[in-house]
């Protein structure tokens, strides 16, 4: 798999990432939120977003990747650079490791173009690593 190590821009997106978890991370009985993205538009503008866990019906659960591609896709842009998601597991300990997105998320991401996802704290990949053969429309 073809890699390539993290840019100063990229360590500023895992930051922006990891505080939109810090200040939102919840657990109730009904909802619950661990994870934080953040992407970088190709325009160059940032959108984060955390995911949304619904004990009560889980089909209405949301990653934070597509919640973070809607705020991107409500601004009126179309296309990633760099995205990445953030696992916060719980608040006291403050742990938190980067966590690759779901095949549903890979499919969803491939709608916005083919950006860079931050995989571990030094690396990223290109999108197409982790979802080659993309669902395309027929032409
Ligand atoms: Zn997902």
Redesign the pocket.
């Known amino acids: 798999m073809r890699s390539a190590k993290l840019t100063n821009e990229d360590k500023k997106l895992i930051e922006i990432a990891l505080n939109v978890i810090m200040n939102n991370r919840l657990e109730t009985k009904s909802i619950s939120a661990s994870v934080g993205a953040a992407l970088l538009s190709a325009n160059g503008n940032v959108f984060a977003a955390t ?1 949304i866990k619904n004990y009560l019906s889980s089909p209405t659960s949301i ?4 919640a973070a591609i809607a705020s991107m896709f409500s601004s009126g842009e179309r296309r990633i650079k760099t995205i990445v998601a953030v696992h916060m597991p719980d608040r006291k300990s403050q742990k938190w490791q980067i966590i690759r ?5 890979r499919h ?1 991401i491939s709608s916005f173009g083919n950006p860079w996802v931050i995989v571990s704290k030094t690396k990223k990949v290109r999108l197409k690593e982790l979802y080659p053969l993309a669902l395309k429309p027929f032409n």
Do not use: K, S
């Open positions: 995911n990653c934070a990747e597509p997105p779901c095949g549903a998320c969803f």
